[in-house]
């Protein structure tokens, strides 16, 4: 006679937290719904909240999966042997890129140009971005390429921005950019592509790029030296087509479902962009919008982690009590929050210095280098706490924390390195002197709440004069720099967050309470109204 065991302990799934989908990311997120209406975007809060919904949405989930799985494929000849250089991309690739593209996501502001329209673009660019990191890329390109053109050619500008700013997939255009050559990297001065003069308005460019995306793009912008200016390089409009063949796509660390790719240039056709020579301060204005994205990547970074801690935390017990209410665990999820909160009230700030003209021009420029350097910098951090609050789980590709990780160091390196970006703001001391002063009068707002700002921004100024009138002021500049984000990070939280929030960011970032690993806020905090705000039960 057979026994039936009808307990069989290997088939039971117990104490495992259920998948975070579908959820709405806007909803869930408070501080970046204050920061939406505080900074001019209110009327786009019903774009926000469908962004939200889809963005969290289980078929979103789906597509985000598959792109990341299924990678491109170049292929740069067909079967006749033909030169034909494309990219073979998933069809949920295509379905995530054509939901940022719709929504606005690469063109709004330049399309509405109304109060608060950055920062409305900023926040469903954030919430898109929980989906897939890499299909940012090319939407933030575009965006990106728009102010670029206007300043530097208005007749490419009015011939090419109708399809650049459509919210339309299939008839609008893709910008991309290839600055950067394996001999020079972030020294641009160091190219060696050549441009040629054909007299009749167009180049012709010979060359390379180490690192080109992304190559479906219609249109790039493009570095290159000319005959009469030196190693000063020019900057230049190339159409995707003969002449731009594609050698092969990255093996990259992270964001591997989008396509970067090492291009050569064999007699391209080309249109100059701004003046011969001038080619970087062609492309800065380009490169300065990049970076707010950067900022806005590394923020949904930070936001997806902590919620993902959070999630797990409350939904798995370990030693007889959920985690989240075990006091360790609650210091680490606090701890996530508060930067979360600071990059997302910084960001969204960010943004409308973007929407304020030239009045905010030099807060604008001076303030993007400063917290792409940290919001950047401290991702990987960040992510890899959050990473270690589900445990085995969270090593598994599975739980998509992986794919977090992996992606959280690439805003550091694009648009500037760590190096680059600090080095960026020492040169602004000196050459654009207003920045510093406008920077400076934002985080004074703040000035009189809080003593541990108060002592940090008298340290900051002294610090300023031992670098000025020091040997050598790049030596210390990441660390000057650092402390000019974390003021800026905690006036804006004094001013626009809950006070348990500002006072345990003030203590442990600036006030010397906090460790240097996260989980080590200072006793006092309530870290049970910090998660809470940060994830609303």
């Known amino acids: 006679m057979t026994t039936i065991d009808t307990f069989n302990p290997a088939r039971e799934v117990l104490n495992q937290a259920a998948e975070l989908r579908p959820v709405n990311f806007f909803e869930l997120d408070m501080a970046l719904q204050e920061a939406l209406e505080r900074e001019g975007g209110a009327w786009g809060l019903d774009r926000a909240c469908e962004t939200g919904r889809v963005a969290g949405s289980v078929e979103g989930l789906d597509h985000a999966i598959r792109a990341e799985r299924n990678e491109p494929i170049l292929r740069t000849h067909d079967r006749q042997g033909r030169r034909i250089d494309e990219v073979e991309l998933d069809p949920s690739w295509h379905w995530l890129l054509r939901g940022a593209i719709e929504r606005g996501m690469s063109g709004l502001p330049w399309r509405e140009q109304r109060t608060g329209a950055h920062v409305v673009r900023a926040t469903i660019f954030m919430l898109w971005g929980n989906l897939d990191d890499g299909v940012m890329c090319p939407v933030s390109m575009t965006y990106a390429a728009v102010p670029a053109l206007r300043d530097g050619s208005p007749e490419l500008a009015a011939e090419w921005e109708p399809r650049l700013t459509a919210p339309d997939y299939d008839g609008g255009a893709l910008a991309g950019m290839a600055m950067t050559e394996r001999q020079g990297g972030s020294d641009v001065r160091a190219n060696i592509t050549r441009a040629h003069d054909l007299g009749d308005g167009n180049w012709e460019l010979h060359g390379h790029k180490w690192f080109c995306s992304y190559p479906p793009c219609d249109v790039f912008l493009v570095l290159a030296q000319t005959a009469t200016t030196g190693n000063a390089p020019s900057c230049f409009l190339v159409e995707r087509g003969l002449g731009m063949e594609f050698q092969r796509l990255k093996d990259k660390l992270g964001t591997r479902s989008l396509p970067s790719s090492e291009v050569e240039f064999h007699g391209a056709r080309a249109q100059l962009v701004g003046e011969e020579g001038r080619g970087v301060q062609a492309i800065i204005r380009m490169v300065n919008h990049t970076r707010l994205d950067c900022m806005l990547g590394a923020t949904t970074g930070y936001r997806r982690g902590t919620v993902e801690a959070i999630h797990h935390a409350r939904n798995r017990q370990a030693f007889g009590s959920l985690l989240v209410d075990q006091p360790a665990m609650r210091n680490v999820l606090a701890d996530l929050a508060l930067d979360s909160e600071a990059a997302t009230v910084t960001a969204l700030r960010a943004a409308r210095a973007y929407d304020d003209g030239e009045e905010a ?18 991702a990987p951090n960040h992510a890899a706490e959050a990473l270690e609050c589900l445990g085995g789980n969270g090593y598994v590709e ?54 541990h700002l108060d002592a940090h921004l008298g340290q900051v100024k002294q610090q300023l004069s031992g670098l000025l009138g020091g040997e050598d002021p790049q030596f210390g500049a990441r660390r000057f720099v650092e402390d000019l984000a974390q003021a800026l990070q905690a006036s804006l939280l004094i001013r626009h967050a809950p006070d348990y929030v500002s006072d345990a960011f003030c203590a442990a970032r600036l006030g010397g309470q906090g460790g240097r690993a996260y989980g080590t806020l200072p006793a006092g905090v309530d870290a049970k109204a910090i998660i809470d705000r940060a994830y609303p039960v």
Do not use: Q
Not at 361 to 378: D, E, G, I, P, S
Not at 412 to 428: C, H, K, P, T, Y
């Open 361 to 378: 021009a030099a807060f604008r420029r001076f303030a993007t280098a400063v917290m792409k350097y940290w919001l950047c910098k401290r």
């Open 398 to 451: 599975d739980s998509r924390m992986p794919i977090l990780y992996r992606g959280a160091p690439l805003g550091s390196i694009w648009e500037g390195s760590g190096n680059v970006a600090a080095l960026d703001v020492m040169r602004a001391l000196v050459k654009e002197p207003e920045g510093l002063p406008a920077f400076l009068a934002e985080v004074e707002l703040a000035a009189g709440a809080n003593k």
